[in-house]
């Protein structure tokens, strides 16, 4: 059973397709837990009509500051913490808790455009998303036009991520793809909650956990599930000209340079991802 905890401001279209796909897709029992930051677009009626549990702020709170209000009314034990700028994959739910069980993580990512299991692997989808992205964006970004270009990147979702969990099942590697990030309650005793200063939360999370393997060794740090790929927008709607509100709790927010120093930063520096962003 699993709570999935998503964030919203507006974004009615690409609101439809999240929800289609995690209607469509998951495979577990779940609970789907909204936390609307003052949407005026009927999103949040949406996903109540749809019997979602809807959080309404009536102000745009941070990532993090919305994560644990869902954690504050999530019944199950597997947290699951989705963007709503994703299509996810067919059983996504069931590949990704059986490869954290398999490998004894606590905490997890999916893969994705942004990081698969190779720098030539993920080079190609960045290059070809970026050609289908910037050149249908054109015609803007309503619901036909972001389903068109997930159809033209993956010809055959299905068979695509079928493909890669036959390729990776229980496969991991060390690192963080944000926009799907997976809990079991029990790592909140030994990691807490999301540290409500830090908007760059995955990247916290993942010094967080790797501080506290090393340290103590009682979590493994955060890792990539290489056999559950999710397809994640990245920013698209960003371009729209209704921009999200201020954050009502911006002035709590502080930098990963508030917080860690240059040696833990390197650490994240150090993983795959960001050497390849470096080297292009």
């Not at 990532?63 to 996810?88: C, E, H, T």
């Amino acid at each position: 059973m699993i709570s999935i905890i998503t964030a919203i401001y507006n974004q009615r279209a690409v609101n439809e397709l999240f929800l289609e796909s995690v209607q469509r897709y998951t495979h577990h029992k779940y609970e789907l837990i909204i936390i609307d930051n003052g949407s005026t677009d009927g999103s949040a009626e949406m996903f109540e009509a749809a019997g979602a549990k809807v959080i309404r702020n009536g102000v745009n709170y941070s990532y993090p500051k919305s994560q644990n209000q869902g954690i504050a009314v999530a019944q199950y034990d597997w947290l699951a913490f989705l963007n709503n700028d994703i299509i996810v994959s067919p059983d996504w739910d069931r590949t990704m808790v059986a490869s954290m069980q398999k490998n004894g993580l606590l905490a997890a990512t999916v893969c994705g455009v942004e990081q698969v299991e190779s720098e030539a692997a993920t080079r190609y989808l960045k290059r070809r998303w970026h050609r289908i992205k910037y050149s249908l964006s054109l015609f803007g970004t309503s619901k036909p036009i972001l389903r068109a270009m997930h159809r033209f990147m993956y010809p055959d979702w299905v068979g695509f991520c079928r493909d890669r969990n036959e390729r990776f099942a229980g496969q991991v590697k060390e690192g963080f793809v944000g926009n799907t990030v997976m809990l079991h309650r029990d790592a909140l005793p030994i990691i807490g909650l999301w540290d409500e200063r830090m908007q760059a939360a995955d990247f916290d999370l993942y010094l967080r956990t790797r501080t506290r393997a090393d340290s103590v060794g009682d979590i493994k740090p955060l890792h990539i599930c290489l056999d559950t790929y999710v397809h994640h927008y990245i920013r698209l709607t960003m371009k729209a000209k209704k921009t999200p509100p201020t954050f009502a709790d911006a002035a709590n927010l502080i930098t990963k340079e508030d917080k860690w120093s240059a040696e833990d930063i390197a650490k994240v520096d150090a993983l795959p991802q960001f050497n390849m962003r470096r080297a292009r």
